[in-house]
Each structure stands twice: as C-alpha cells, then as structure tokens.
C-alpha cells in the first residue's frame, strides 16, 4: 500500500505540475480604434485581475477617447494620438462597459470582462497572431488522479480478495 501511494503522489505531481503554484503574472492587452468603422478592436475582452489594458491609436482623422461608464477609467479629451492605460486592480472583477464620448451614438463601445483571479484566463496566440483564451483545468486533473487512485485501490482490493478465495 506504501508503494501505492508513493506511484500516486508521482502521478499527481507529473500531471499536476506547477498549475496549482503558478503565480499570477500580469499582462498587458492592447485595444485600437478602427477609425473607418468607428469601432473598438476588439470591442469585447476578457483579462484577469491585475491586468492591464492600453488604449493606444494614432493618426486618426477625428478625436476619441475611451471612457468607462461608471467612472472606472477615463483616457481624457478626445485625441487623435492616445496612449492610455489602465490597470485593473485585485478585486475588481466585472463587466465594464466603455465608449467613446464622440462616437458614442454611432455605436463605439466595448465591454472589458475581468475575472477574479480564482477564475483566471490564460491566453494562447496562435501562428497567426490570434488569440484564444481558456480556462486551465486543474479540477478535471485533480478529479483525473483522484478517479486513477480509486481504480488502483479497487484493483488492489480485488487482488486481495482473489488470494484469500486461492
């Protein structure tokens, strides 16, 4: 049984790995202005707690700006040459709408999704330069090692019960 436990313990620290330690590590995203469209790129994002978000365009032929609807963020007067950011805080998971002040009722907006860190996003980019975000699975893990110790002790279990029958 001793033997047993140690090959789990080795299992869960392979497949495990450093997710459960890994340390929240900040990023900065980038949203530009579509200035033929008069849109937001993206106009909808999804970052963690502590990440930050740069408004950043320049040669525009008319001014923007970017301003949360609350008051959360605001890059200012609109400008033709903006480079704003904004860093999203620890506890600050939410939904905050945002739009620029000009443009506003031509549709100029956008939506910035912050998770808390319990539910943190990792972001991938792909080779062609997309992004796509997923949640780790640690819980399907977990869950994966705890259904494998089971399956051995059952196993163990039945081995045994075949001896004392022999």
Request: aromatic share 10%.
């Amino acid at each position: 049984m001793k033997k047993l436990f140690i090959l789990v313990f080795f299992v869960v620290q392979a497949l495990c790995g450093n997710l459960i330690l890994e340390e929240n590590v900040s990023k900065e995203h980038t949203i530009t202005v579509d200035g033929t469209n008069l849109r937001f790129y993206p106009d909808s994002l999804t970052i963690n707690e502590g990440d930050t978000v740069k408004f950043m365009w320049g040669g525009e032929i008319l001014p923007h700006n970017s301003v949360e609807e609350n008051g959360v963020f605001d890059s200012g007067e609109p400008e033709r040459e903006v480079d704003y950011s904004y860093t999203f805080g620890f506890e600050q998971a939410g939904s905050y709408d945002y739009f620029c002040e000009p443009h506003q009722a031509v549709g100029m907006d956008g939506i910035i999704t912050v998770l808390d860190v319990e539910q943190q996003v990792i972001v991938e980019t792909s080779s062609d330069g997309d992004e796509k975000s997923t949640v780790p699975f640690v819980g399907i893990v977990i869950i994966s090692v705890l259904i494998l110790f089971l399956l051995i002790f059952m196993r163990v279990k039945i081995s045994e019960i075949d001896e004392i029958k022999n």
